[in-house]
């Protein structure tokens, strides 16, 4: 699709087998959370892979070397609720100490427009990398409502994570927001009539939270 941004792709095996898991309409509740909680993880390393490192001294058992060591402030998390939820997890496993924002929305199913009802955040955006955390970026409409959000709240560098991407939401995004990176899993084919992502898993926050 014209204008679509190409996402980074996390083609690891353990990811694709969990999200087989994921898409297997049949997959109860507890196997679902649990696939996803392990995409989290491998998503989480890949969207985290250029964080800078510095050099610090440490000292072992046997003698005092310089190590690595992540450098400025870990980036914060913004998980979108509530699908973004199942996401964080994996991702404060492999960062427990970064901070958490939360963008609150949800998708009017006539306009397919995002309806924000939520928003907080550090009071420090400008200082750190943010990762916003979405299972589906469907129309893009959210994940764009997001970026919008955080940067008008001081952010200035913005990824976004998610299992799944559509080529209408990566082009939505690339629109608004060309500045901001995607990391997947897959790209799947397109949307529907509904804005539901083909072949898609379902709804993500109805499968995880048992609602829907």
């Known amino acids: 699709m ?3 941004m190409t996402p980074r ?3 690891h095996p353990l990811a694709q087998d969990a999200l087989t898991t994921l898409r297997r309409a049949g997959t ?3 196997a679902f959370r649990a696939a996803l909680h392990r995409i989290a993880l491998l998503l989480a390393a890949g969207a985290t892979e250029r964080l800078h490192l ?3 001294p440490v000292v072992t058992p046997l003698e005092g070397v310089d190590a690595p060591v992540l450098a400025g402030p870990l980036p914060c998390l913004v998980p979108v609720l509530r699908a973004g939820l199942g996401l964080l997890d994996g991702f404060l496993a492999l960062m427990p100490a970064a901070p958490v924002a939360h963008f609150g929305a949800y998708r009017d199913h006539a306009t397919l427009a995002t309806v924000e ?3 907080a955040a550090p009071t420090d955006l400008a200082l ?3 990762i916003v955390l979405d299972p589906m970026l469907a129309t893009g409409n959210t994940a764009a409502a997001a970026c919008t959000r955080l940067k008008a709240a001081g952010a200035r560098d913005l990824a976004v994570a998610c299992v799944l991407a559509a080529p209408e939401g990566l082009a939505r995004l690339a629109a608004a927001h060309p500045d901001v990176t995607v990391t997947a899993i897959a790209v799947d084919r397109g949307l529907d009539e509904r804005g539901y992502i083909r072949p898609g898993l379902g709804d993500a926050g109805d499968r995880l939270f048992g609602t829907g």
Request: overall charge neutral; proline content about 11%.
């Open 28 to 30: 109860p509740r507890e």
């Open 54 to 56: 510095a050099a610090a």
């Open 117 to 119: 009802y939520s928003f």
């Open 9 to 11: 792709l996390i083609d």
């Open 2 to 4: 014209p204008g679509a």
């Open 128 to 130: 750190r990398a943010a």
